[in-house]
């Protein structure tokens, strides 16, 4: 049917009027669902389900750019401030009696575990507030409980930083201490090729005057030879001469 077969025909009337109800229903709906998903990409804390204690519970988690044994260190200690920390099954960590101000003035049973997934560590919490009463979205204490889980997020996001920051420390010393050993490497060479080049050097002079000495001995072997030519040659007119004198 054309809306424009709808404007001109009474019995068309109310179509158009719930058409347009239905479009301002989607646009707000629509409107809803995007507000939300801002809301929890901006917040990193997502409403979900988990196993803990070999039960699904209800609850809300976030994924942190941390180590499982740095975040599973950090939580523990966050933790101590509001009860007494137990260990639960499967590497769960529990508070039965959570005294959590900022979420409630009662005490509360919070149940956590701490995983890795897809290359990143996830923080499962689980708080009820009474029997079957868990916090997730929608229920009125689940801005107080993600607000909570936000600021451990900042404290471990500040240690991690550190531990980032102490990392870059130590590889720039110990790049320090590699080029130390590689300067001190260096000044062992050059005093040994300095002493080996005094050595090659004194070798060098003695070679030299031994040179000279070689020469000298070979120009006075020259003038002996000669010497003894010339000896001999007398000593053989001699010969000859003692010779005739028999003869």
Known sequence: MSLFYVKNVPNGLPLLIAFNKLVRMKRFIFAIVLSFSCVSLFGQVFSGLDEIEKAKKEGFFTYINSEEKFVTESWKKYLKKFGSVEPGRGGAINIYQAKISDISSSPLTLLSKISEEKNKTKLFVSISTGPDNYIQN?????????????????????????????????????????????????????????RQTELLTKKLEEAKIEKEKILANQEQNKLDQKANEEAILKQAQKFEEAKKKIN
């Open 138 to 194: 929608g229920h009125e204490k689940y801005r107080d409980a993600s607000n909570w889980l936000e600021d451990f997020v900042k404290i471990i996001n500040l240690e991690e930083d550190v531990r980032t920051q102490e990392k870059a420390l130590n590889d720039l010393i110990a790049t320090k201490a590699k080029n130390q050993k590689a300067a001190d490497r260096m000044i062992r060479e050059l005093d040994s090729n300095r």
